[in-house]
Nanobody
Framework: QVQLVESGGGLVQAGGSLRLSCAAS????????MGWFRQAPGKERQFVAG????????NYEDSVKGRFTIFRDNGKSTVYLQMNSLKPEDTAVYYC???????????????WGQGTQVTVSS
């Protein structure tokens, strides 16, 4: 049974930083592209960042480029999202997702976590 468990969310002031973690189990982690998505109240879920399964190539949504970094530790079956210079508009529930042998783009994810809340105060 595949499980993706996010952690690291919380309340932070604008300009601050948070690091989200997503621990995976029940799958061969190194064979999966991993992605981070977010959903703000009243809005559709949005792709934030992804990392491919093989080359480690990364992709980012334009509004987070230069502020967020996705990286993975295959030995720990964990993907991270380092978020710096946070803005109130980054407030959302953040989800991680897994895509078997995927490129780390915005589509194709078959497994999802339950999400972690990130709130950025102004």
């Amino acid at each position: 049974q595949v499980q993706l468990v996010e952690s690291g969310g919380g309340l932070v002031q604008a300009g601050g930083s948070l690091r989200l973690s997503c621990a995976a189990s029940g799958l061969t982690f190194s064979s999966y592209a991993m992605g981070w998505f977010r959903q703000a109240p009243g809005k559709e879920r949005q792709f934030v960042a992804g990392i491919s399964w093989s080359s480690g190539r990364t992709n980012y949504e334009d509004s987070v480029k230069g502020r967020f970094t996705i990286f993975r530790d295959n030995g720990k079956s964990t993907v991270y999202l380092q978020m710096n210079s946070l803005k109130p508009e980054d407030t959302a529930v953040y989800y991680c997702a897994a895509d078997w042998r995927g490129p780390g783009g915005p589509i194709g994810y078959g497994y999802w976590g339950q999400g972690t809340q990130v709130t950025v105060s102004s």
